[in-house]
């Protein structure tokens, strides 16, 4: 397998949830966006960690892509508190509606 | 090495287009079920790049958690399900012409830089040295002797980030 087949994966994926984020409005909708460009980057660290014959440098990919999964998990708990106030505050989650600090 | 890029194929092709109707559905509990599709695929993948803690930590981490707490994100901030207009903003167009320049962009630097190199093929060793080398037990004794502090630090962030989320969330 080359690696360039797992790479150009995350970047559509990449690409893909940076489409997310710029189109969608509804708030969990860019969360979920934000999951798939992590899962991108995933990829990417297991599969440069693997393209080495070296076991230590595919054990680091790994440890690493554990590391942006628990950020991840942090990040959407986070992420949900702050679009359930915005909703209990304007019930809406319509991100456009959110221009408070617009100059 | 035929069955590795079949089974690749399939599995990217899947998540490409899951991933393609995560950011394009009309309703949100679909894109949430669609965004499972998408992440079961990413962890068979791992499998096949010889990373099973990781596969199976995807597996409980972000299907059985996360997904949940998306599908309970929606149920708390949308009272009626079903399809529903406005979830697009009107920068449809500008996004998607971002979105296929930084694809360009980052295909050629892949495949400049990249080019053929092959993942080392790893069918001549055997299993119990895979195991061994990269396993899970090797992944436990990295993240417990190389990694500790970052692994500490990243303990910390996730009780931060929960007590975040119970300050936030909680009405009073």
């Keep these: ?103 | 090495m035929l069955a590795q890029n079949v089974t690749f194929g399939i599995l990217a092709a899947a998540a490409t287009l899951s991933a393609l109707r995560v950011v394009t559905t009309k309703n949100v509990v679909h894109a949430a079920l669609y965004l499972v599709v998408v992440l079961a695929s990413i962890g068979a993948l791992f499998v096949l790049l010889a990373a099973e803690f990781v596969a199976v930590v995807q597996i409980l981490v972000y299907v059985g958690a996360i997904v949940v707490l998306f599908l309970f994100g929606i149920m708390l901030t949308r009272p009626e399900l079903g399809r529903s207009a406005g979830l697009d903003n009107d920068q449809r167009v500008a996004g998607a012409v971002t979105a296929l320049f930084l694809l360009g962009v980052l295909s050629f630097v892949l495949v400049d830089f990249y080019g053929d190199d092959k993942l080392p093929d790893l069918s001549g060793v055997s299993r119990a040295q895979l195991t061994a080398e990269r396993g899970t037990g090797a992944v436990g004794d990295a993240i417990f002797s190389t990694f500790l502090v970052p692994f500490e630090v990243v303990a910390v962030l996730l009780l931060a980030a929960l007590v975040g989320a119970i300050v936030l969330a909680r009405r009073d």
Excluded: H
């Design chain 1, 1 to 103: 397998m080359l690696v360039n087949q797992f790479l150009l994966l995350g970047a559509v994926l990449f690409s893909i949830g940076v489409y997310g984020v710029l189109a969608r409005r509804n708030g969990v909708l860019v969360l979920m966006s934000i999951e798939l460009i992590l899962n991108a980057v995933n990829i990417n660290l297991v599969a440069l960690g693997a393209l080495r014959n070296d076991a230590t440098a595919a054990v680091t990919g790994q440890v690493f892509a554990l590391f942006v999964i628990t950020i991840a998990a942090a990040e959407v708990g986070v992420g949900l508190a702050i679009i359930l106030l915005i909703y209990r505050n304007r019930s809406s989650v319509d991100l456009d509606d959110v221009d408070l600090m617009k100059g």
